[in-house]
């Protein structure tokens, strides 16, 4: 199986930090991965996007042209990226900031108020994880212990404080798919 | 075996070197190869190297010729617009048989062009970026495993034949991150400086003293370094050529790719095949010196060649004079930097006759 992930939103939404925490478990696994970012004149409230490629096979491209999974932060990339999703593919969308639903019947959506759910956890810049999370949990793209163990990985020293947090925020989008 | 990490090819480039006995970096700051920079700014200074952000790439180029000359492992990175700015400096090392590191993470052209993945600098490189009649190793990676791999293989053949080497890559291969299994062995700097009888390190009064330097006033002499020079050269295109062969077993088409765009044509050939098209590809992975036996050889038994570049079909140029213009090739080029999809791979396969 290969799961093709597209993560779009607005620049300083931590896209790009979501998309490496799923592509350090896909290492911790020994899946075959490739991470890839938009670069660019990107800033805070710019567009900013990731593609990230998990499977059991080597990965040819890293570009993406028909994502089968997307998780988008605002309206101007579920627009973008809602024609491409491959057909059975699964968008996770911020309902919190994108306020339309999907027009596809052909896929799945799973509509998850992230940035209000990080609000109430007091942690508002985490509705990223709390969306990964979600992924992880719905898709088993790769196991849920293993994103634990990855943003242990990946969280800079400077930074291990917010540790316990970003755990509890990929724990959230897991018991939200449970309960939903 | 040494444990996989995830690193961009921009960093895992940094690492490599610094694994390979680098400890003098010269740089000046570009989008898409700054990671190389900020790496090196981050590192050198706790193993004792030095991390210089030069006043400009000209400046940095230079600084890589004065710390080549003393035997040391230099190098420096920089992206297309940059590297127009060290061909000067390139073609000085050229001329003084130096050995260096000059990585180019390419970007769209001509001029400030954009900031966007390119393989427009593909003459300007193979031909030999500077005045003067020379060359410089050219390697291009297409992987973050190869980024790395390379680097210390550039370091190698660039000493072996004391002439600069190119990592050549474009913007998506600096970029994307993939996992990368680095050498567990490190070269230590004075061991990379060892074995170097023409640097200039000091003689100790036990020998005399040697002179790293470009400039012949004497045209025989000037003619001999360039006859000299284009021996090694003729031996580096016998010895060193390399490249991957891709499906290429019952291909009767043939992809010729590099970078990124070969990543997509892998795509591209797989379903080409599953729609039965007996397609392969040769991936050049020397540039210089081009790998030309191969396409000879699948001249012998393919009926068209299809090149995908991201630039206007230079590459083309070389495999049209590889086989002698045996067979037609065909283009598939996006520039400015669009790169083809997949799917516009497979159609221009598909339109192989």
């Known amino acids: ?180 | 075996m040494a444990q996989k990490v995830l690193m961009k090819g921009n960093e895992a480039i940094a690492e490599a070197a610094i694994r390979a006995g680098c400890r003098h970096y010269f740089g000046y700051p570009i989008t898409p190869q700054t990671e190389i920079a900020a790496y090196m700014a981050k590192r050198m200074p706790k193993i004792g190297g030095t991390f210089l952000q030069a006043e400009s790439e000209i400046a940095a180029i230079n600084m890589v010729y004065g710390c080549a000359s003393t035997g040391y492992r230099a190098m420096t990175s920089s992206s297309s617009p940059g590297i127009s700015l060290k061909a000067e400096g390139i073609s000085y090392l050229a001329g003084a048989d130096l050995p260096a590191l000059i990585v180019n993470i390419q970007r769209g052209g001509p001029g400030l062009g954009g900031i966007q993945p390119s393989q427009s600098d593909y003459f300007f490189m193979t031909r030999g970026p500077g005045h003067g009649d020379f060359h410089v190793i050219v390697l291009a990676p297409a992987s973050v495993q190869e980024m790395a791999d390379m680097t210390r293989l550039a370091f190698d053949l660039s000493e072996k034949y004391r002439m600069p080497a190119m990592l050549l890559a474009d913007g998506t291969m600096g970029q994307m991150m993939e996992p990368v299994e680095l050498p567990e062995e490190e070269i230590s700097p004075e061991d990379a400086r060892k074995n170097k009888p023409w640097a200039t390190c000091g003689t100790e009064m036990k020998r005399p003293h040697n002179i790293v330097n470009s400039l012949y006033l004497k045209p025989d002499e000037l003619e001999k370094t360039n006859i000299e020079r284009f021996e090694r050269y003729a031996r580096l295109e016998a010895e060193e050529c390399r490249w991957e062969e891709y499906m290429m077993d019952d291909a009767e088409f043939c992809v010729v790719s590099c970078g990124i765009t070969a990543r997509v044509s892998k795509n591209a050939i797989l379903e080409a095949r599953k729609r039965g098209v007996k397609v392969g590809m040769i991936r050049p992975i020397t540039l210089y010196p081009f790998p030309a036996k191969a396409f000879a050889k699948a001249a012998e038994k393919v009926k068209a060649f299809l090149t995908v570049e991201l630039n206007m079909g230079q590459m083309k140029e070389d495999v049209e004079l590889a086989i002698r213009c045996s067979k037609p090739i065909s283009t598939c080029n996006r520039v400015g930097g669009m790169i083809p999809s997949a799917d516009q791979v497979t159609a221009a396969i598909m339109n192989l006759k």
């Open chain 1, 1 to 180: 199986m290969t799961y093709e992930t597209i993560m779009a939103g607005f620049g300083g939404q931590g896209l790009l930090f979501s998309g490496k925490v799923l592509a350090h478990a896909a290492l911790i696994e020994g899946k075959e991965l490739s991470w890839l970012p938009s670069y660019g004149p990107e800033m805070r409230g710019g567009t900013c996007n990731c593609s990230v490629i998990v499977s059991d096979d080597p990965v040819g491209s890293p570009i993406i042209a028909s994502p089968n999974v997307l998780m988008v932060m605002n309206e101007p990339s579920l627009d973008k990226f809602e024609p491409a999703l491959a057909s059975g593919g699964t968008v996770f969308i911020d309902s919190s900031l994108v306020p339309r639903k999907v027009t596809r019947s052909d896929v799945t959506a799973v509509y998850i108020p992230a940035t209000k759910m990080a609000k109430e956890m007091n942690a508002p810049s985490l509705a990223n994880m709390i969306l990964l999370g979600a992924i992880v949990a719905k898709l088993g793209c790769v196991k849920f212990e293993t994103v634990l163990e990855a943003l242990k990985h990946t969280i800079s020293a400077r930074k291990a404080d917010l540790l316990e947090l970003n755990l509890k925020a990929v724990q959230a989008g897991k018991d939200f798919i449970a309960s939903n």
